[in-house]
């Protein structure tokens, strides 16, 4: 496993648009990287060079194929038989490589109109809070989306809310209450997380209640074609007529027909075929359409939406893997039936969640709803622990794992404040134009090893495991005797927290305030050890007692007492002062399985 989150203390300082789509404009040059401008304005002190730009890939920097990446979660199984990391050897350091499920090996990014990004993401089905492999969904894309934009692309971000389905007709029943006011508070429930996980908004969140006659118009068009049919006000869409269903999943019909589980409607002319258009039923909310009364069914509305805004052919489909099948068979079936150039270049899949190793599920009573988890972590907390992984491997979600997220993320934090508190005090205009050879090299290697590693199918943990090196180096400048007399200090850490905010930006891991964020996982930190501030405060004032009477037995016992629950005791010339740190019972189970 890869050490993602090493223990590092230290002591604690208070403190739509829808834009026409032409295949034939691919292949396109691809856009300057931003992150390469990061290095160009110092200059290394000592030999006076000006660096214009990023520089090649040397053969001491990190490779992509090496170990840490291979650890970091390459993909699975299948994804590593067929990766193209031979080819990534072969092309320059700029471009994109992304897995896509439809060819099942890492392609080459390159959009159908130049500059520009189409990116439908499957939303949720609001009728309840959403939980943690959610999260994990909207984190990852957000990533995506972000890092899109940082390489210059202009992206149309669609994400979609299902407010009409099953789950919400039997939940609103359950609640006596109208089943699109019952969505529609389960939608915002879900913005409100995504606020607190710091995804940004879609540029477009179409709902299917609002989109029946697109929806409507699709199912017309399928039927015109030939590949549906009406039973009764029943619409099914035939899975005979599309000779290609089944090649994103890789599963067969017959497959679909042995694995038969649910009761099968007789009426139907393949067990397989699905409902485009439910006829109304006594009670459930209902639309006018040319087969009578009724709804859509699930799998229509994303073809209908993505199609409304991003057209028939566009970049990025993307969803948790648990979609692939069968609902985005599915939808490349219906857009394909509808329309038969409907193209989609990359269908891009996350892993699931499991909760301790096994499937998190309701009925386990492992399952935890984004709130429950955020109430007890900070939620940047929880996103540094789901970008942690590479967005295609399983993720395993503990308690221990969120602890050493806490921790990573206060030290994160703790030395950026540090550095911007000395920053500070310092003119921007009196600091010179150069840094020292060495802090340059950190850096470069740094935004060296970021570039590639997102480049790569978007391996964020390689991405987090290197911002070790400069936050290293901005402590050593701030708290080191040897740093604190190095030239070109203010110089360095300026450069230094520059890089850092870069990167950490593009992860969606920049806060607006380092000291709010701070209080904030202080808080959190008290509430997981059930104590308050005024509680730790006391003991340490005990525990001052007890050393100045040289009762070190007790003195040491407070402080053990308080590890164990998290609370972390610092002491300087200045007193004691305490900091979050990760619980010693959980730091000796980090222990045990490494
Ligand atoms: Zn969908």
Redesign the pocket.
């Known amino acids: 496993m890869i050490t993602l989150f090493q223990c590092c203390y230290k002591p604690f300082l208070p403190l739509r648009k829808t834009f026409l789509l032409s295949p034939s404009q691919w292949p396109i040059p691809l856009h300057r990287h931003k992150i390469s401008t990061a290095t160009t304005r110092y200059a290394v002190n000592g030999p006076r060079v000006r660096f214009r730009s990023f520089g090649s890939t040397r053969q001491s920097q990190p490779s992509i194929n090496d170990e840490r990446s291979k650890t970091a979660g390459g993909g699975g199984g299948e994804s590593n038989k067929n990766n193209s990391n031979s080819n990534i050897n072969k092309s320059s350091s700029s471009e994109l490589w992304l897995y896509n499920t439809m060819s099942k090996q890492k392609e080459v990014f390159r959009p159908k109109v130049a500059g520009k990004v189409g990116m439908y993401v499957?939303?949720v089905t609001a009728y309840d809070l959403s939980h943690i492999g959610h999260a994990r969904v909207y984190v990852c894309f957000d990533v995506l989306y972000r890092y899109l934009r940082h390489l210059g692309y202009e992206v149309n971000y669609v994400r979609?809310f299902t407010d009409v389905d099953d789950k919400i007709i039997a939940r609103a029943r359950e609640l006596g209450e109208d089943p699109i006011s019952l969505s529609r508070r389960y939608c915002e429930e879900f913005r409100r997380d995504m606020v607190y996980l710091n995804c940004l908004s879609p540029s477009v969140e179409p709902r299917v209640s609002e989109h029946m006659p697109q929806i409507i118009d699709m199912i017309k068009q399928i039927l015109d074609n030939g590949c549906a049919y009406n039973i009764d006000g029943d619409v099914y869409f035939s899975v005979d007529k599309f000779s290609d269903y089944g090649q994103l999943s890789g599963r067969k019909l017959e497959d679909n027909r042995a694995g038969e589980r649910v009761a099968v409607d007789s009426r139907k002319k393949n067990p397989a075929d699905f409902a485009l258009w439910k006829s109304a039923k006594e009670g459930e909310p209902f639309w006018e359409s040319p087969w009578g009364p009724g709804r859509p069914g699930w799998?229509i509305?994303?073809s209908a939406m993505s199609a409304a805004y991003l057209g028939y052919l566009f970049d990025i489909h993307g969803?948790g893997m648990d979609?692939i099948f069968p609902?985005?068979e599915n939808?490349i079936a219906q857009s394909c039936a509808a329309c038969k150039k409907s193209n989609v270049s990359y269908w891009i899949h996350n892993g699931f969640v499991t909760i301790d190793s096994e499937k998190m599920s309701k009925s386990l009573g492992n399952f935890f709803t984004i709130r429950q988890v955020i109430d007890l972590y900070h939620p940047l907390a929880l996103r540094l622990f789901l970008i942690g992984t590479h967005y295609r491997s399983p993720i395993n979600y503990s308690d221990v794992l969120l602890e050493k997220a806490s921790d990573r993320v206060f030290y994160i934090y703790q030395t950026l404040h540090d550095c911007e508190e000395v920053l500070s005090h310092h003119n921007e205009e009196d600091r010179k134009d150069s840094i020292p050879p060495a802090v340059f090299s950190c850096i470069s290697k740094f935004n060296e090893e970021v570039l590639l590693s997102m480049l790569d199918d978007l391996h964020t943990p390689v991405s987090i495991s290197a911002l070790s090196e400069p936050l290293k180096t901005i402590n050593d400048l701030l708290h080191t005797r040897q740093g604190k007399k190095q030239e070109l200090r203010i110089e360095s850490l300026a450069a230094l927290e520059k890089a850092i905010k870069n990167v950490l930006a593009i992860l969606g891991l920049m806060p607006t305030s380092y000291s709010e964020v701070l209080q904030q996982l202080m808080e959190k930190a008290l509430k997981r050890a059930k104590l308050t501030e005024d509680q730790v405060l006391q003991k340490i004032e005990e525990r001052t007692s007890a050393r100045m009477s040289k009762e070190y037995e007790k003195s040491d016992s407070i402080r053990k007492e308080l590890a164990a629950v998290g609370i972390a005791l610092m002491d300087s010339p200045d007193g004691t002062s305490w900091r979050p740190a990760v619980p010693l019972s959980m730091q000796e189970q980090q222990i045990s399985a490494a």
């Open positions: 499957c939303g979609n799998h509305e994303c969803g979609l609902h985005h939808e």
